[in-house]
């Protein structure tokens, strides 16, 4: 999901402490380490709004189904459970970042004359700082299926080959049997191989021409999807093209970011203007995302929402705070662990909701779960995540550091 891109960072995150203190010693241990001097910490603020949406989705669905003596009919009729699956748009959120992230650099290049992307190191990079982390995390889960879950390994060897391969939605039409969350996953690589190919649209000069014929292949998706043309069901809801009015707004974004006029952020009353435009857009979301017959709509309001966080003053202020810069850094690694330890927290905490409203119950468990997930994915981006940003560069092939 954007999810497993980065947005190029320095190693540590910004923080106005001395360099001796703790949170600076922290930052730069939880910080990431990436090749570029390009960095837009607004960026992974957006991301950790994504993913903590996804959790609490996840999480929803979870209590609701797995609180003893809650009935989970009654509890999906609650608005709370309603307001929390909105979360699953979280999804979509990652797949406007991953489309924004990626592009900008093929942007810079064309319409601003910047550094050419080499494909060849594209890719390398692509294949170290994402696939490892991957298998190691399709190898614990299924372990753990078959420890736990008493699931056969002949019954999960192929659904694994298929998944480190990203193939389980082509192969198997479903979501992955290892780890379901990979689907999306798949989508995401669908689109770093097709990115350089997407990305030519840059090499036409006249902005309204380009922008126009990006916005006219979203708009055409999101017709057929909302006509029912475009059937919202496997195989085709495993494929980029169900999803790529998503992408396709990120390249919007990239193009609207590079050709823009101000550096800085806009003050004043256009400022404020972004800010509250921003705000409007993300009502917007929710409202079509609450309403399953405009769910399809979504990409009208995320591509403002986003671009109001890049432009208005507060808004880029907010999503640039630390704490939200640290948890969207990670969410790759979150990402692929979070539902394993709601499985796994929940199996203690649940009892203790038994006979307790809906609400009650998630507020509990959310209070036990969420500081798990995001302690255990802050570990795991230490030891494993963040030396994968940088051990490829030693791997690299003469080919490829000569491309």
Avoid at 31 to 36: H, I, L, M, V, Y
Avoid at 58 to 64: T, W
Avoid at 123 to 143: E, Q
Avoid at 177 to 195: C, G, M, R, T
């Amino acid at each position: 999901m954007s999810l497993v891109i980065e947005s190029p960072a320095p190693a540590s995150l910004p923080d106005k402490q001395s360099k001796g203190n703790w949170r600076s010693s922290l930052g730069r241990l939880l910080g990431r380490t990436t090749s570029s001097g390009r960095f837009i910490p607004a960026i992974d603020g957006l991301r950790s709004l994504a993913i903590m949406a996804v959790i609490m989705h996840h999480l929803g669905g979870y209590v609701a189904q797995k609180t003893p003596g809650l009935n989970f009919e009654d509890a999906r009729q609650t608005a709370v459970y309603r307001l929390i699956n909105v979360g699953n748009c979280g999804v979509q959120l990652f797949f406007v970042i991953s489309g924004f992230i990626l592009a900008l650099p093929f942007a810079e290049q064309r319409l601003r004359d910047g550094k050419p992307v080499r494909l060849k190191t594209y890719l390398w990079r692509r294949i170290t700082r994402l696939h490892p982390p991957y298998l190691l995390n399709l190898a614990v889960m299924t372990v753990l299926l078959i420890l736990i879950k008493h699931e056969s390994w002949a019954d999960l060897s192929p659904h694994l080959l298929a998944s480190s391969f990203y193939l389980h939605n082509f192969v198997y039409h479903s979501m992955s049997s290892v780890n379901f969350v990979a689907w999306s996953l798949e989508i995401e690589v669908q689109f770093y191989l097709l990115a350089p190919l997407l990305t030519l649209v840059y090499v036409i000069p006249q902005t309204i021409v380009r922008r126009s014929l990006i916005a006219a292949a979203a708009a055409s998706i999101m017709l057929l999807k909302w006509y029912g043309l475009m059937d919202g069901s496997y195989p085709l809801s495993g494929s980029l093209l169900y999803y790529l009015d998503y992408f396709l707004c990120g390249l919007l974004l990239a193009d609207c970011q590079t050709l823009s006029r101000t550096p800085s952020l806009s003050s004043g009353a256009v400022g404020l203007a972004w800010d509250l435009s921003g705000l409007t857009a993300a009502t917007g979301c929710l409202a079509l995302v609450l309403n399953h017959g405009t769910w399809h709509l979504l990409p009208l309001a995320l591509l403002p929402a986003c671009l109001s966080v890049l432009r208005g003053p507060r808004l880029n202020r907010l999503f640039s705070l630390p704490l939200l810069v640290g948890i969207g850094g990670m969410c790759y690694t979150t990402y692929l662990y979070h539902f394993a330890v709601i499985s796994l927290v929940g199996r203690f905490v649940a009892p203790w909701t038994t006979g307790g409203s809906y609400p009650m119950a998630l507020a509990l468990q959310s209070a036990c779960t969420i500081p798990a997930i995001l302690c255990f994915s802050a570990v795991l981006f230490v030891l494993v995540e963040k030396p994968c940003m940088t051990w490829g560069r030693s791997l690299r092939p003469a080919s490829v550091r000569n491309s």
